[in-house]
């Protein structure tokens, strides 16, 4: 078992890899991975303590592919992002002469920037692992986690764990796998694949051959763009946007002002009345041209009534929904409302925070703004909600320069919260304590968190 830690100091994240075996660090393969910007290994940086040589890769701003896979499958533009940052990096080996048995081809260790849609990997001097046999272990890890739903993914991903199992490997191979058209030979290999066990009517049935060792034991994940995450994400997002376009047209696209036409005609009838007490000689002194400019009043203030009512009934309306749907926060002395949240599009609701689960609003527990009205309330109506200011990746955005584009999760486990940093640049604190990258916080009731500069209080529910 690789020994790992992880270290944070003032903006940035680190793992660091431990390398018990002797490392010259003058050979050729450490300068040429120190001096150089490789585009697909992690920059790093050596340090040499009691005999152990110690590399710390800079992963701020980037996850892990184990924890982006985390209870997730794995679609086709999944694959294509692994097997072909795989391709990429073995080229940038040869490009640079170094030995592609020091990358490190462990799940936990390769970390993706999911903005830019690329793949990193870890180059550790003094690991000498045989990559034809890592890859197969990758391959190994991906199979039962693939979308059997996505007939390309399970093409592809059994495709490829073909070829890694021939005597023949080749580079060439994978990208003839990755980037080949698919034809009649999907048939078979289709059919080979149910045999074997791999893919099955009922994806939770899903296995991989026997006699086969897999590096982790937890479940995996999606990523972004056109993955299952990205998508559940963006339907959220697009229902709640739905909901507020649907609120908007019931409120400005009446066709006929009832309540309105109503006072209009109110007052015209009080008018009427004044009119034939005038024609019937009750009024006589009073000037016809008078009583009409009298009569004209009136329906101008019923219309003016009615529209104020209609206001008025409005508001009532919106306060008993919020108080009905809307947690409320607890504080030592009383209890305060809380606001609600929207759609990006829809910021004039509420803050910068977008909630993109906020269709159902009764959430057990939720973050509340330390200032009121700065930024909308989170609520943790998920087992895992991902912070952050990256859209199709986040189920809580944060639109703060500071804030990163996944910056922390909360998961919820048997009725409690833990939160986690996820990298960030600028840091995640709990009561003025910044976390340590991969702690696992347990979250108590009035605990002050601040995600950057975006500062909130946990309000434990029940």
Same mark, same amino acid.
């Given at each position: ?221 999606? @990523?972004?763009?056109? $993955?299952?995450? #990205?998508?559940?994400?963006?339907? +959220?997002?697009?229902? *709640?946007?739905?909901? !507020?376009? /649907? ?51 009136? @329906?101008?203030?019923? $219309?003016?009534? #009615?529209?104020?009512?209609?206001? +008025?009934?409005?508001? *009532?309306?919106?306060? !008993?929904? /919020? ?68 859209? *199709? ?70």
């Amino acid at each position: 078992m690789m020994k790992a830690e992880y270290k944070r100091d003032m903006n940035h994240n680190y793992l660091i890899l431990y390398q018990e075996e002797p490392v010259d660090t003058a050979s050729y393969q450490v300068r040429m991975l120190v001096g150089n910007v490789i585009p697909s290994v992690l920059k790093c940086r050596m340090q040499g303590v009691d005999g152990q040589l110690m590399v710390y890769y800079d992963i701020t701003s980037r996850q892990p592919l184990a924890s982006l896979f985390e209870d997730k499958k794995l679609n086709h533009e999944d694959l294509r992002l692994v097997f072909g940052g795989f391709i990429q990096v073995m080229e940038e080996m040869s490009e640079y002469l170094l030995n592609p048995g020091r990358l490190v081809l462990q799940p936990e260790y390769m970390y993706v920037d999911l903005e830019k849609r690329e793949l990193f990997f870890c180059y550790l001097p003094g690991y000498e692992k045989d990559i034809r046999i890592q890859f197969q272990c990758l391959t190994e890890y991906i199979l039962p986690r693939l979308d059997h739903e996505d007939s390309q993914a399970v093409m592809l991903g059994y495709g490829i764990y073909r070829r890694a199992l021939e005597d023949s490997f080749h580079l060439e191979h994978i990208k003839e796998e990755l980037f080949r058209k698919r034809s009649d030979e999907d048939v078979v290999i289709k059919q080979e694949v149910k045999d074997s066990g791999v893919w099955k009517e009922d994806p939770k049935s899903a296995k991989i051959p026997e006699g086969k060792d897999l590096w982790m034991e937890d479940g995996s994940a999606g @990523m972004q763009a056109e $993955t299952p995450l #990205a998508q559940s994400r963006t339907n +959220k997002r697009n229902q *709640n946007r739905k909901s !507020v376009e /649907n609120r908007k047209k019931d409120t400005e696209k009446r066709e006929i002002p009832w309540k309105e036409i109503g006072g209009c005609m109110t007052g015209a009838g009080v008018g009427l009345l004044i009119l034939a007490a005038r024609i019937w000689g009750y009024l006589p002194q009073i000037p016809f041209w008078l009583l009409l400019s009298v009569m004209v009043s009136f @329906m101008g203030i019923g $219309t003016l009534a #009615a529209v104020l009512l209609e206001r +008025k009934e409005t508001r *009532n309306a919106e306060i !008993v929904y /919020n108080q009905r749907s809307i947690p409320m926060q607890k504080s030592e002395d009383s209890f305060s409302q809380v606001g609600s949240v929207g759609a990006k599009e829809d910021n004039e609701l509420l803050g910068e925070t977008v909630v993109l689960s906020s269709g159902n609003v009764y959430g057990p527990s939720t973050l509340v703004s330390k200032e009121p009205g700065e930024l909308a309330t989170i609520y943790l109506n998920e087992d895992l909600t991902v912070i952050g200011k990256l859209e *199709n990746a986040a189920d809580a955005v944060i639109n703060l320069p500071t804030v990163s584009r996944m910056h922390a999760k909360i998961r919820k486990r048997e009725g409690e919260y833990y939160l986690t940093d996820l990298n960030s640049r600028n840091g995640t604190a709990v009561n003025g304590q910044m976390l340590k990258p991969e702690e696992d916080y347990l979250l108590q009731d009035q605990d002050e968190v601040d995600f950057a500069q975006a500062r909130y209080i946990f309000i434990k529910i029940g």
